[in-house]
């Protein structure tokens, strides 16, 4: 993620976003299953202990590795959903935006966000959605919360002695039971009557557990959108920002992207350059420790993030650990505004046949720019022939794919999207002005998500250029994202999109011409650790693609 705030907000926009946070894709690939665990039920023993420990990303790749093997098995897809619901729960709750905005709001103001919320599902998900699931999906969520700890303890009066802790424990098992009895899958008429069954289940949640009617409410808000697919969700304040500042390529922070690593602290997966990072020394495979004196090896991203954030100009004091060197050192670095380049890679690769290189690492707001510059540059350097690396790129803008199409393709169709509504509906084209004729590879990976998988599935069609690698990621759809209540939002899947021969390659991906099996180092580079000295494989493949294409041409 990126940590910052952006500097403004659109009420509406359209994109493709990459990767979720459950994607088992190759940057965060798991091990498989140990070759002896040859029953599900063994391996959903595995998965509850993980629950029981409160490891529930863990469990939920757990899960997922499981039902690769055992695809049918419905203890396993429960147990995979009861995880990511309690996951989903700890990060509301390690978001400051949530519990120092959102708990506090009043029930009214909460259920007016629930119906806000509600009636933008209904109106504009790609899927038909009835009211009664989002309200049966908010049940279940709270359902799920009162046996999450980290609910329970914020939520809930503190329990110190043995027998307030037996007391606590049987009102929920109560409370539960009453939820699956009275409520569960309970029908709903409308929006009215949605209101009223929540604003019952919090009258029965604050009489029997002292919970107050907002930590209620907001389980309908959120997890009423687990009805939804796996890329859409609430966005609280914090997220919202996080997001638009992905969007805009600017935001106000330190420039470094990370990811958990539980209780190691966060892992560095890049650097940006010339960032307050960067310039401070940091870099990718470092792991932060300390963030102004607080030990965050047992946190969580979100709670990290959280005391990372600040005002341009303030200071934010870091203790690193770079395991290459054995070594832990401090740094005070002053936080500002940091831009993220979509193309931060375009150079020639070989001198002598004038191949060019270009890495494109999302889709924002100033890729159409960078791209036009990026060609430039190598068009001055006499470049005859192209690599385009979208390894790892998880996607962005529909409109910026479109733009870079328009680079390479010089006429036909480029993209089209479908959706329920009119407005959701369109064909891009190319335009034969500025087009580039020079021979193209393509460089994709498991990682290449959404925008990225538009440009391969183009690049396809048109037949324009090789694809080398492996296996696009399978996300072939579009999110829009609204405003909802004063500074939240709500990201929905709003349509699927199509291939240039109207093709729709979702949960499947485009398939390289020229495979390369991806060997583990690379995997274990790509996720963190130096390796500026190890051969890229790809792109040797690539070049001699292009070499050979070159000597035709």
């Not at 120092?100 to 629930?114: E, K, T, Y």
């Not at 990072?277 to 420790?289: F, N, Q």
């Not at 460089?443 to 925008?451: N, R």
Request: contains cysteine.
């Amino acid at each position: 993620m990126n940590l910052g705030r952006p500097t403004r907000k659109l009420h509406h926009l359209t994109l493709l976003l990459g990767l979720f946070v459950f994607s088992t894709s190759a940057a965060n690939a798991e091990p498989p299953l140990p070759l002896d665990l040859d029953d599900s039920r063994s391996a959903m023993s595995i998965g509850e202990e993980m629950e029981r420990s409160g490891q529930w990303l863990e469990a939920v790749r757990h899960y997922e590795r499981a039902l690769e093997r055992w695809p049918n098995d419905d203890d396993l897809k429960y147990g995979r959903r009861r995880a990511r619901v309690h996951f989903r729960v700890e990060r509301r709750y390690s978001d400051h935006s949530f519990k120092n905005s959102l708990l506090g709001f009043s029930q009214d103001h909460a259920l007016d966000l629930f119906d806000e919320t509600a009636g933008r599902i209904r109106n504009s998900f790609v899927d038909p959605l009835s009211q009664l699931s989002i309200v049966a999906h908010g049940t279940e969520s709270l359902y799920i919360a009162l046996a999450n700890p980290r609910f329970v303890e914020a939520n809930m009066p503190p329990a110190i002695t043995d027998s307030e802790k037996q007391a606590r424990k049987k009102s929920i098992q109560e409370f539960r039971v009453l939820l699956r009895e009275q409520y569960w899958n309970k029908q709903v008429y409308n929006s009215q009557h949605a209101r009223s069954v929540i604003v019952e289940v919090a009258r029965h949640a604050s009489r029997s557990l002292k919970i107050a009617p907002s930590a209620v409410v907001m389980e309908y808000v959120f997890g009423g959108c687990n009805a939804l697919d796996d890329y859409s969700g609430f966005l609280t304040a914090d997220r919202l920002s996080d997001l638009y500042s992905n969007i805009d390529g600017e935001f106000v922070g330190l420039g470094v992207e990370m990811k958990e690593e539980k209780d190691l602290g966060m892992l560095l997966v890049n650097v940006l350059p010339e960032s307050p990072a960067s310039i401070g020394g940091l870099r990718k495979g470092d792991r932060i420790t300390w963030i102004d004196g607080r030990d965050i090896r047992s946190s969580s991203i979100d709670e990290a993030a959280a005391l990372m954030r600040g005002q341009t100009g303030s200071r934010v004091k870091l203790r690193i650990h770079r395991q290459a060197e054995n070594r832990d050192w401090e740094a005070v670095l002053i936080r500002r505004a940091v831009t993220v380049k979509s193309i931060p890679v375009a150079e020639i690769v070989d001198g002598d046949y004038k191949i060019g290189y270009i890495e494109l690492a999302g889709f924002q707001k100033t890729t159409a720019a960078e791209m036009e510059a990026a060609l430039a540059k190598l068009s001055r350097s006499g470049m005859k022939a192209l690599v385009l690396d979208v390894r790892g790129n998880p996607g962005g803008l529909l409109t910026a794919a479109v733009a870079v199409l328009d680079k390479f393709i010089d006429e036909g169709v480029l993209v089209s999207t479908k959706g329920r509504s009119g407005d959701q509906n369109w064909t891009y084209r190319a335009h034969r002005q500025g087009t580039l004729d020079v021979p193209l590879v393509l460089l994709t990976d498991g990682d290449s998500a959404s925008a990225s998988e538009i440009v391969a599935g183009a690049v396809r069609d048109h037949s324009r250029g090789t694809i080398v690698g492996r296996q696009t990621y399978g996300k072939w759809s579009v999110q829009s994202i609204f405003n909802v209540g004063r500074e939240t939002g709500l990201r929905l899947t709003t349509a699927k999109f199509y291939s240039p021969d109207g093709l729709n390659h979702s949960k499947v991906g485009v398939e390289p011409d020229v495979i390369v099996e991806e060997p583990i180092e690379h995997n274990v580079a790509w996720r963190g650790n130096n390796a500026e000295d190890e051969r890229d494989i790809d792109l040797e493949r690539a070049i001699e693609i292009l070499k050979n294409k070159v000597k035709r041409f």
